[in-house]
T-cell receptor, first 112, second 111 residues
Framework: GQQLNQSPQSMFIQEGEDVSMNCTSS?????WLWYKQDPGEGPVLLIA?????ELTSNGRLTAQFGITRKDSFLNISASIPSDVGIYFCAGLTQGGSEKLVFGKGTKLTVNP | DTAVSQTPKYLVTQMGNDKSIKCEQNLGHDTMYWYKQDSKKFLKIMFSYNNKELIINETVPNRFSPKSPDKAHLNLHINSLELGDSAVYFC??????????FGPGTRLTVT
Protein backbone atom coordinates (compact mmCIF):
# COMPACT_ATOMS: atom_id res chain seq x y z
CA GLY A 1 0.00 0.00 0.00
CA GLN A 2 0.90 3.65 -0.11
CA GLN A 3 3.37 4.82 2.50
CA LEU A 4 4.75 8.14 3.55
CA ASN A 5 8.28 8.43 4.88
CA GLN A 6 8.40 11.23 7.42
CA SER A 7 11.62 12.50 8.93
CA PRO A 8 13.02 13.09 11.37
CA GLN A 9 11.24 10.82 13.85
CA SER A 10 12.02 13.20 16.70
CA MET A 11 13.66 16.55 17.29
CA PHE A 12 14.96 18.25 20.40
CA ILE A 13 15.49 21.96 19.95
CA GLN A 14 15.94 25.13 21.94
CA GLU A 15 13.24 27.76 22.08
CA GLY A 16 13.72 30.26 19.30
CA GLU A 17 15.25 27.81 16.82
CA ASP A 18 13.76 27.03 13.44
CA VAL A 19 12.53 23.53 12.64
CA SER A 20 12.19 21.64 9.40
CA MET A 21 10.56 18.28 8.75
CA ASN A 22 9.60 16.52 5.55
CA CYS A 23 7.66 13.72 3.97
CA THR A 24 8.36 11.71 0.86
CA SER A 25 6.35 9.13 -0.98
CA SER A 26 6.78 6.75 -3.87
CA UNK A 27 3.22 7.65 -4.93
CA UNK A 28 1.78 10.90 -6.20
CA UNK A 29 -0.69 12.75 -4.02
CA UNK A 30 -2.93 15.58 -5.19
CA UNK A 31 -3.22 17.06 -1.73
CA TRP A 32 -0.76 17.26 1.15
CA LEU A 33 -1.84 18.10 4.68
CA TRP A 34 0.07 18.81 7.87
CA TYR A 35 -1.44 18.10 11.28
CA LYS A 36 -0.30 18.60 14.86
CA GLN A 37 -1.35 16.33 17.70
CA ASP A 38 -1.09 17.29 21.35
CA PRO A 39 -1.15 14.56 24.03
CA GLY A 40 -4.65 13.22 24.59
CA GLU A 41 -6.09 15.20 21.68
CA GLY A 42 -6.99 14.61 18.08
CA PRO A 43 -4.84 15.81 15.16
CA VAL A 44 -5.43 19.46 14.33
CA LEU A 45 -5.06 20.67 10.77
CA LEU A 46 -2.21 23.17 10.34
CA ILE A 47 -1.84 23.62 6.60
CA ALA A 48 -3.47 22.17 3.48
CA UNK A 49 -1.66 22.18 0.13
CA UNK A 50 -3.56 21.60 -3.11
CA UNK A 51 -1.21 22.52 -5.95
CA UNK A 52 2.22 21.18 -6.86
CA UNK A 53 4.84 23.80 -6.05
CA GLU A 54 2.48 25.65 -3.71
CA LEU A 55 4.09 27.38 -0.74
CA THR A 56 1.67 28.26 2.05
CA SER A 57 2.16 29.97 5.40
CA ASN A 58 0.14 29.94 8.59
CA GLY A 59 1.75 32.26 11.11
CA ARG A 60 5.20 30.87 11.92
CA LEU A 61 4.49 27.74 9.88
CA THR A 62 5.37 27.36 6.22
CA ALA A 63 4.73 24.28 4.11
CA GLN A 64 5.44 23.42 0.50
CA PHE A 65 3.93 20.92 -1.90
CA GLY A 66 6.76 19.40 -3.94
CA ILE A 67 6.80 19.83 -7.69
CA THR A 68 6.86 16.07 -8.25
CA ARG A 69 3.78 15.75 -5.96
CA LYS A 70 5.70 13.08 -4.04
CA ASP A 71 6.97 15.20 -1.19
CA SER A 72 6.23 18.06 1.18
CA PHE A 73 8.03 19.90 3.94
CA LEU A 74 6.98 21.89 6.97
CA ASN A 75 9.05 24.64 8.56
CA ILE A 76 8.42 26.21 11.94
CA SER A 77 10.24 29.45 12.62
CA ALA A 78 11.22 30.83 16.02
CA SER A 79 9.88 27.85 17.95
CA ILE A 80 8.10 28.34 21.27
CA PRO A 81 7.30 25.83 24.04
CA SER A 82 3.71 25.34 22.86
CA ASP A 83 5.02 23.98 19.54
CA VAL A 84 5.71 20.74 21.41
CA GLY A 85 3.74 17.83 19.99
CA ILE A 86 3.68 15.30 17.19
CA TYR A 87 3.51 16.60 13.64
CA PHE A 88 2.01 14.41 10.94
CA CYS A 89 2.12 14.77 7.22
CA ALA A 90 -0.71 13.20 5.27
CA GLY A 91 -1.34 12.64 1.60
CA LEU A 92 -4.89 12.57 0.30
CA THR A 93 -5.64 9.96 -2.30
CA GLN A 94 -8.40 10.92 -4.67
CA GLY A 95 -10.45 9.32 -7.35
CA GLY A 96 -13.41 7.62 -5.77
CA SER A 97 -12.06 6.50 -2.42
CA GLU A 98 -10.67 9.60 -0.83
CA LYS A 99 -8.55 8.70 2.17
CA LEU A 100 -5.64 10.12 4.11
CA VAL A 101 -2.36 8.23 4.23
CA PHE A 102 -0.33 9.40 7.22
CA GLY A 103 3.37 9.60 7.90
CA LYS A 104 4.60 8.16 11.18
CA GLY A 105 5.00 11.56 12.77
CA THR A 106 7.77 13.84 14.00
CA LYS A 107 7.85 14.31 17.75
CA LEU A 108 9.02 17.82 18.57
CA THR A 109 10.42 18.79 21.96
CA VAL A 110 11.22 22.45 22.63
CA ASN A 111 13.46 23.30 25.56
CA PRO A 112 12.71 26.70 27.07
CA ASP B 1 -19.21 24.68 19.57
CA THR B 2 -17.30 21.42 19.12
CA ALA B 3 -16.92 20.60 15.41
CA VAL B 4 -16.35 16.85 15.67
CA SER B 5 -17.26 15.21 18.94
CA GLN B 6 -16.89 11.64 20.16
CA THR B 7 -18.23 9.76 23.15
CA PRO B 8 -16.97 8.32 25.32
CA LYS B 9 -13.49 9.80 25.75
CA TYR B 10 -12.30 6.70 27.61
CA LEU B 11 -13.63 3.17 27.40
CA VAL B 12 -12.31 0.31 29.53
CA THR B 13 -13.86 -3.08 28.98
CA GLN B 14 -13.15 -6.78 29.14
CA MET B 15 -12.36 -9.14 26.31
CA GLY B 16 -15.40 -10.56 24.62
CA ASN B 17 -17.64 -7.58 25.34
CA ASP B 18 -19.45 -5.50 22.71
CA LYS B 19 -19.07 -1.73 22.78
CA SER B 20 -19.98 1.33 20.72
CA ILE B 21 -18.33 4.68 20.11
CA LYS B 22 -20.42 7.60 18.86
CA CYS B 23 -19.35 10.45 16.61
CA GLU B 24 -21.14 13.61 15.58
CA GLN B 25 -20.05 16.53 13.41
CA ASN B 26 -21.73 19.90 13.09
CA LEU B 27 -19.66 21.13 10.15
CA GLY B 28 -22.18 20.15 7.49
CA HIS B 29 -19.68 17.79 5.89
CA ASP B 30 -20.86 14.90 3.76
CA THR B 31 -18.04 12.49 4.50
CA MET B 32 -17.06 10.91 7.81
CA TYR B 33 -14.26 8.55 8.78
CA TRP B 34 -12.95 6.29 11.50
CA TYR B 35 -9.22 6.03 12.14
CA LYS B 36 -7.26 3.84 14.53
CA GLN B 37 -4.09 5.11 16.22
CA ASP B 38 -1.84 2.42 17.64
CA SER B 39 0.58 2.61 20.54
CA LYS B 40 3.29 3.94 18.22
CA LYS B 41 0.99 6.81 17.20
CA PHE B 42 0.49 5.49 13.67
CA LEU B 43 -2.83 6.61 12.23
CA LYS B 44 -4.63 4.33 9.82
CA ILE B 45 -8.01 4.69 8.21
CA MET B 46 -10.64 2.07 8.96
CA PHE B 47 -13.82 3.28 7.27
CA SER B 48 -15.25 6.20 5.40
CA TYR B 49 -18.87 7.10 4.67
CA ASN B 50 -20.09 9.60 2.12
CA ASN B 51 -23.73 10.65 2.42
CA LYS B 52 -24.38 7.62 4.63
CA GLU B 53 -22.88 5.26 2.04
CA LEU B 54 -19.85 3.10 2.90
CA ILE B 55 -16.94 4.11 0.66
CA ILE B 56 -13.86 2.64 2.32
CA ASN B 57 -13.54 -0.51 4.39
CA GLU B 58 -9.84 -0.87 4.91
CA THR B 59 -9.53 -4.60 5.65
CA VAL B 60 -10.96 -4.19 9.10
CA PRO B 61 -12.23 -7.35 10.88
CA ASN B 62 -15.96 -7.72 10.54
CA ARG B 63 -16.25 -7.47 14.32
CA PHE B 64 -16.11 -3.72 13.58
CA SER B 65 -19.31 -2.36 12.10
CA PRO B 66 -19.83 1.33 11.36
CA LYS B 67 -23.32 2.75 11.23
CA SER B 68 -24.29 6.11 9.78
CA PRO B 69 -27.88 7.04 10.72
CA ASP B 70 -27.50 10.41 9.00
CA LYS B 71 -24.79 12.61 7.47
CA ALA B 72 -23.86 14.13 10.82
CA HIS B 73 -23.31 10.87 12.69
CA LEU B 74 -21.03 7.89 12.27
CA ASN B 75 -20.96 5.35 15.06
CA LEU B 76 -18.58 2.44 15.49
CA HIS B 77 -19.75 -0.80 17.03
CA ILE B 78 -17.22 -3.43 18.02
CA ASN B 79 -18.21 -7.03 18.82
CA SER B 80 -16.25 -9.58 20.81
CA LEU B 81 -13.51 -7.19 21.80
CA GLU B 82 -9.94 -8.49 21.77
CA LEU B 83 -6.80 -7.29 23.52
CA GLY B 84 -5.41 -6.09 20.19
CA ASP B 85 -8.32 -3.71 19.76
CA SER B 86 -6.84 -1.47 22.46
CA ALA B 87 -5.99 1.80 20.74
CA VAL B 88 -7.21 5.35 20.29
CA TYR B 89 -10.03 5.66 17.78
CA PHE B 90 -10.58 8.94 15.96
CA CYS B 91 -13.59 10.09 14.05
CA UNK B 92 -13.08 12.69 11.32
CA UNK B 93 -15.18 14.54 8.78
CA UNK B 94 -14.59 16.47 5.58
CA UNK B 95 -16.22 17.85 2.51
CA UNK B 96 -15.71 15.13 -0.11
CA UNK B 97 -12.14 15.22 -1.36
CA UNK B 98 -10.88 17.92 0.98
CA UNK B 99 -9.05 18.25 4.27
CA UNK B 100 -10.31 16.23 7.21
CA UNK B 101 -11.11 17.45 10.70
CA PHE B 102 -10.63 15.12 13.63
CA GLY B 103 -12.48 14.53 16.86
CA PRO B 104 -10.74 14.32 20.26
CA GLY B 105 -10.44 10.53 20.18
CA THR B 106 -11.71 7.61 22.25
CA ARG B 107 -9.09 5.65 24.15
CA LEU B 108 -10.23 2.03 24.23
CA THR B 109 -8.58 -0.33 26.69
CA VAL B 110 -9.45 -4.01 26.55
CA THR B 111 -8.43 -6.07 29.59
Amino acid sequence: GQQLNQSPQSMFIQEGEDVSMNCTSSSIFNTWLWYKQDPGEGPVLLIALYKAGELTSNGRLTAQFGITRKDSFLNISASIPSDVGIYFCAGLTQGGSEKLVFGKGTKLTVNP
Amino acid sequence: DTAVSQTPKYLVTQMGNDKSIKCEQNLGHDTMYWYKQDSKKFLKIMFSYNNKELIINETVPNRFSPKSPDKAHLNLHINSLELGDSAVYFCASSPWGYEQYFGPGTRLTVT
